[in-house]
């Protein structure tokens, strides 16, 4: 048997995968009014959670598990129009969520209660590792290689790992390791200097990792990524605690038999308004960005049957768009522009994020009521600034953030770091000015 056909046999029979899509996203508001974070929509086409669920399939994995919670009907809907199982081999997906029963109650408490409290479904698995996955994080792992890592080392726990810088350190589980790469000790989310201080790389650490900052501290921060001996996860979870970080993987790392796999690529927590405001705009320089554009590796999502962007005398640099766009501005510069997004004449669009909608004209007996057509108006400026689905924006409104609010909270209109949100539903009346 060749190399590859081996490294594809292991996968397949010895690893199921767990995404846990649970989050409600709070400091995502108003994004997440509507929808749960891993549905959130990413770079014009793509839903978040379609990034970990393609890796899991490009890595072979037949069975895949996904947690979600809060506002999950959307987010079930996107997975079962998009992941037709006879295109992905024999994989299959598996939707849980909150189920009240005789022995447990409803609405999980944390990561590890979410798989605890479905532990059933993952006992009749008869893999012998599982692979745990964050539903709402960017990143172009080869999970092969984690997966491989995991089972040279031998570990009962492997933790993906990247060095990060101390405003990110802060919100995250932080570890040491020794020259075996073996845990010799972690923390989550650490806030005293003094607790910091023991876990500051050397420099030499990051030669590996030439898109860091040199010049500054790291860390080597904790990706929420897990690869679980079934066994050793299935005692942890034993333990009482209903959080990995915060409560189950410090005990793992002083029981032992713990190891990290340290990441060199790109990599995004989307947590807040601005991270994901950043993450979605890098896309249009394709500097330190995720990488959309690897045949070997796709990033699946939900086919569209549209027809191809529309553009009138309009000036475009640096720019996504979508398919079944109709753009008749003046200029669209540095942005995302997503399906069937109609831009009117002499509008001038700059750094900014428009979702798309899923129809051209609002269909009847929607509820609660859409607006009846889906457009930017003529003559409108916007600047960084998130326009959400389903929005009509009139004549001559001026989105700039004029004053320089960092927040604000308005009548379908906000502002949170900095960053001008339209939310989905909202008319914003001719000559509107922000």
Same mark, same amino acid.
């Given at each position: ?22 989050g ?23 839903r ?26 959307? =987010? ?10 006879? =295109? ?36 009749s ?14 990143y172009?792992?080869?999970l ?118 340290v990441?060199?690529g ?91 909608n ?7 007996h ?32 001026? =989105? ?23 939310s ?11």
């Amino acid at each position: 048997m060749d190399s590859k056909k081996t490294r594809e046999f292991e996968t397949e029979q010895q690893v199921s995968c767990i995404i846990l899509a649970g989050g409600q996203g709070s400091r995502l508001f108003p994004l997440t009014q509507l929808r749960c974070k891993p549905a959130v929509c990413f770079g014009g086409r793509y839903r978040l959670i379609d990034i970990p669920l393609s890796h899991a399939l490009n890595a072979r994995i037949q069975s895949v598990y996904v947690i979600s919670q809060y506002l999950a009907s959307g =987010l079930h809907q996107h997975i079962l129009e998009t992941y037709q199982l006879d =295109l992905f081999r024999n994989s299959r997906i598996f939707l849980l969520s909150p189920e009240e029963t005789l022995h447990r109650k409803v609405w999980y408490k944390g990561t590890a209660d979410a798989i605890r409290q479905n532990l059933e479904h993952f006992k009749s698995s008869s893999v012998n590792y599982f692979l745990i996955l964050s539903g709402d994080q960017l990143y172009n792992m080869d999970l092969h290689e984690m997966l491989l890592f995991a089972k040279k080392t031998d570990a009962d726990l492997v933790v993906a790992s990247l060095p990060v810088e101390e405003a990110e350190a802060k919100r995250m589980g932080l570890l040491t390791m020794n020259a075996n790469n073996e845990i010799a000790e972690f923390v989550e989310k650490p806030s005293d200097p003094n607790v910091l201080k023991r876990f500051v790389l050397e420099q030499g650490f990051l030669k590996n990792h030439p898109h860091k900052n040199l010049q500054a501290k790291h860390y080597l921060g904790s990706m929420g990524i897990y690869v679980f001996k079934r066994e050793a996860l299935f005692s942890l979870l034993q333990h009482s605690g209903d959080d990995f970080g915060r409560d189950l993987i410090p005990l793992k790392v002083k029981e032992g038999k713990t190891s990290t796999y340290v990441y060199t690529g790109y990599w995004e927590d989307i947590g807040t308004v601005a991270s994901y405001f950043k993450a979605n705009l890098a896309l249009t320089s394709q500097k330190n960005c995720l990488n959309t554009y690897d045949e070997k590796n796709p990033i699946f999502t939900h086919p569209q049957n549209l027809p191809n962007p529309l553009i009138k005398e309009t000036a475009i640099k640096d720019t996504l768009l979508s398919q079944g766009a109709l753009i008749e501005g003046k200029e669209i510069t540095n942005s995302i522009i997503g399906f069937r997004v109609h831009v009117k004449k002499g509008t001038v669009i700059r750094n900014s994020i428009v979702m798309g909608n899923h129809f051209y004209t609002a269909p009847p007996h929607q509820s609660p009521p859409l607006p009846q057509d889906f457009f930017i108006g003529e003559n409108c400026t916007i600047e960084n600034a998130i326009i959400d689905e389903h929005t009509q924006i009139g004549n001559n409104v001026q =989105l700039t953030n004029k004053n320089r609010l960092q927040k604000y909270d308005g009548d379908g209109i906000f502002i949170r770091d900095g960053i001008i949100i339209v939310s989905s539903r909202t008319i914003l009346p001719d000559n509107f000015v922000l």
